[in-house]
């Protein structure tokens, strides 16, 4: 199992640009995550799927949206970078509350 | 708001158990308490979580309160390996409300 894989591991946007953040888990856990990290913070919660066809939104929405493909796919996408969408993003997923959850190893982003 | 408290950096010496600490005074009956690593910039890492119970597994163990209002990690042999920032949280046990919110975690140094 590769567990969850990120593409891209680094990018550079212009600011106004768009991109889509791709992450894929081959675990079929049920739910996955989007979050965000920032230097000397922790990490904030951006989008979640719970299962396969829903999507919420977690804490730092705003400028993001999400779309969960299928069950093993789950993508995150910047409309129009803006400098503050500089950070590292990780996509995590999880079967249910008795796994602790896997993450995957990050998409370094800078907007300039 | 934040749901868990945490120092924000500690210091073991190699080879000694290490003692983090966490308060998530505010816990409800149905939240598991998770511990997750994460070293330098990769991914953070599943470590251990429980409910009422204490728990130990290969890596580590977790001890709850009688109370659950908080909870300590233990690391028995800490090598410096486990310099790592270490993240408690607590998330509830009904599937699909899965929002795995971080703080800002404990910076565990090990010291050669």
């Known amino acids: 199992n590769a567990g969850v894989t990120q593409t891209p591991k680094f990018q550079v946007l212009k600011t106004g640009q768009s991109m889509t953040l791709q992450c894929a888990q081959d675990?079929?856990?049920?739910?996955m995550y989007w979050y965000r990290q920032d230097p000397g913070m922790g990490l904030r919660l951006i989008y979640y799927s719970a299962s396969e066809g829903t999507t919420d939104k977690g804490e730092v929405p705003n400028g993001y949206n999400v779309s969960r493909l299928n069950k093993r796919e789950f993508s995150l996408r910047l409309e129009s970078a803006a400098p503050s969408q500089t950070s590292v993003y990780f996509c995590?997923?999880?079967?249910?509350?008795?796994?602790?959850?896997?993450f995957g190893p990050g998409t370094r982003l800078t907007v300039t | 708001d934040a749901k868990t408290t945490q120092p924000p950096s500690m210091d073991c010496a190699e080879g000694r158990a290490a003692n983090l600490p966490c308060n998530h005074s505010t816990i409800s009956g149905n939240e598991y308490v998770y511990w997750y690593r994460q070293i330098h910039s990769q991914g953070p890492q599943y470590i251990i979580h429980?409910?009422?119970n204490n728990e130990t597994n290969e890596m580590a163990s977790l001890i709850i309160t009688e109370d659950r209002k908080s909870s300590t990690l233990i690391l028995p042999h800490a090598t410096l390996r486990d310099t790592a920032v270490y993240y408690c949280?607590?998330?509830?046990?009904?599937?699909?409300?899965?929002?795995?919110?971080f703080g800002t975690g404990t910076r565990l140094t090990i010291i050669p």
């Open positions: 949280i607590v998330r509830p046990t009904n599937f699909g409300n899965e929002k795995l919110t």
């Open positions: 995590a997923s999880s079967e249910n509350q008795a796994s602790g959850g896997w």
């Open positions: 675990m079929n856990h049920n739910s």
């Open positions: 429980g409910l009422k």
